[in-house]
């Protein structure tokens, strides 16, 4: 079934559309430039049109902050507990920020359990040895050798010591 005619007023609202700015800007966003918007001064379709490519844009511009602002915190200040503020995104734009927090928890989750064993060692501890798993799963490639590595480390440590004291 065909789409309805339009009428005479949104057929010259859709010529308003001024498609070469259009493909400029969107060619614009698509190198990753977030600072460019359509004119709020569009009406009817065009207007519409412009309300969600702005609305998009300023979503990747937030997101991008975000981002940047958490790779600051958490990467160069150490500040492991900040996770990315979700604001209002939905759908994949929320799976997006979700996907970053749970690759920091990830990160950090292995990381405490190697600096807890690395901290009772430091305090003559030589008890303690890493888990090779977290919550329930095992520890895989760099986590696992490091986790290994500290272990072996332990019982080397603990050999020595009861050699030195015997």
């Known amino acids: 079934m065909a ?3 339009e009428s005479t007023s949104e057929i010259s609202e859709s010529t308003a559309l001024d498609v070469n700015f259009l493909l400029k800007t969107l060619t614009a966003l698509k190198k990753g430039d977030f600072s460019v918007r359509l004119p ?3 009406s009817g379709m065009p207007g519409k049109i412009a309300d969600t490519f702005n609305c998009v844009v300023e979503m990747n511009e937030h997101m991008a902050f975000e981002l940047e602002h958490l790779r600051e915190l958490v990467a160069k ?3 492991i507990d900040q996770r990315a503020r979700m604001g209002e995104f939905t759908g994949s734009w929320a799976r997006m920020m979700e996907s970053v927090n749970t690759l920091i928890d990830e ?3 292995p990381t405490r359990e190697m ?3 690395i901290g009772a060692v430091a ?5 303690q040895e890493a888990s090779l798993e977290v919550e329930g799963r095992p520890l895989e490639g760099e986590f696992l050798q490091t986790g290994r590595t500290i272990n072996t480390m332990v019982d080397r440590l ?3 010591t009861s050699e030195v004291t015997r």
Request: proline fraction near 9%; charged fraction near 35%.
């Open 3 to 5: 789409p309805p005619l």
């Open 40 to 42: 709020m001064e569009w």
């Open 77 to 79: 200040k150490g500040k």
């Open 107 to 109: 990160l950090v989750r």
């Open 115 to 117: 600096s807890r064993v």
């Open 123 to 127: 305090k003559g501890d030589l008890s």
């Open 158 to 160: 603990r050999s020595f």
